[in-house]
């Protein structure tokens, strides 16, 4: 590989990351908020410690990433203690009305109006947050996620 070429790869690369600590600036660290509100489609949430990792998934019905990844959060949400939070997409009827056809089987909390967003630091969604078993946040993710990098996220988080 040329030396322009090694060149051009080093300064993506650290674009991406430049990028990735501007938009996880503002995430809470540590022992996250409390989620305040009813779970809306009568599913248990998760609150807290738990003997592995858990995870925590702001998410909007409008957002087309969030739907590339719903696949991703269903199969993780089926094995790993967590809840959602559907930020800004409507009412509690509206929400429902969107799991119902996307076949989603999430606990879900409506954040009609962002608060809880606000309180996590969250500027956009999708944000994962994954908590350790100690109930503090071990990574977070903003943006697209592969399931692989997700089940890593998750796998390391065991180790506390």
Known sequence: MSLRKSLFYGFLVLIVLVGQQVVNRDLVE????????????NKVPWEGAVEGPGVIYFWASWCGICQSIQGTMSDVLAQTPGMTVAVKSGSDEDIQKHLKKSELDWPVVNDEDGAIGDAFGIRGVPTIFVIGPSGKIKFTAVGYTSALGLQLRLWLARFE
């Not at 022992?31 to 779970?39: D, F, I, N, T, Y």
Request: glycine share 16%; no cysteine; net charge positive.
């Open 30 to 41: 540590g022992v996250p908020p409390k989620v305040h509100g009813a779970v809306i489609n």
